[in-house]
């Protein structure tokens, strides 16, 4: 079982920066792919972005390319989203997700575990 925790979400004005984190109980995290995707208010969870393993290849939804960033610290078992030039729509609860496999995916089945989510908040 792998507990995973995010935090850095928050309230900010349209075209600021937040950097969410998801830091994760198991030393075998470095073996992990890690996913981050969110969901608004009425809406399905959607993918926003993947990362490997390694951090070598990452993945990211279209409407978030140029903008988000995902990387990850194996020594710190914490992997990050940078988002910068944020919109409105980009407001919702975003979650990050653990696959043990290692490779990327950007369907919410392929994850095993689950963090709690946290809230972001984009005002125009």
């Known amino acids: 079982q792998v507990q995973l925790v995010e935090s850095g979400g928050g309230l900010v004005q349209a075209g600021g920066s937040l950097r969410l984190s998801c830091a994760a109980s198991?030393?075998?995290?470095?073996?992990?792919?890690m996913g981050w995707f969110r969901q608004a208010p009425g809406k399905e969870r959607e993918f926003v972005a993947t990362?490997?393993?390694?951090?070598?290849?990452?993945y990211y939804t279209g409407s978030v390319k140029g903008r988000f960033t995902v990387s990850r610290d194996n020594a710190k078992n914490t992997v990050y989203l940078q988002m910068n030039s944020l919109k409105p729509e980009d407001t919702a609860v975003y979650y990050c997700?653990?696959?043990?496999?290692?490779?990327?995916?950007?369907?919410?089945?392929?994850?095993?575990?689950w963090g709690q989510g946290t809230p972001v908040t984009v005002s125009s």
């Open positions: 997700a653990a696959r043990p496999s290692g490779g990327t995916s950007n369907q919410k089945t392929a994850y095993d575990y």
């Open positions: 198991r030393r075998t995290f470095s073996t992990y792919a």
């Open positions: 990362i490997d393993w390694s951090g070598g290849i990452t």
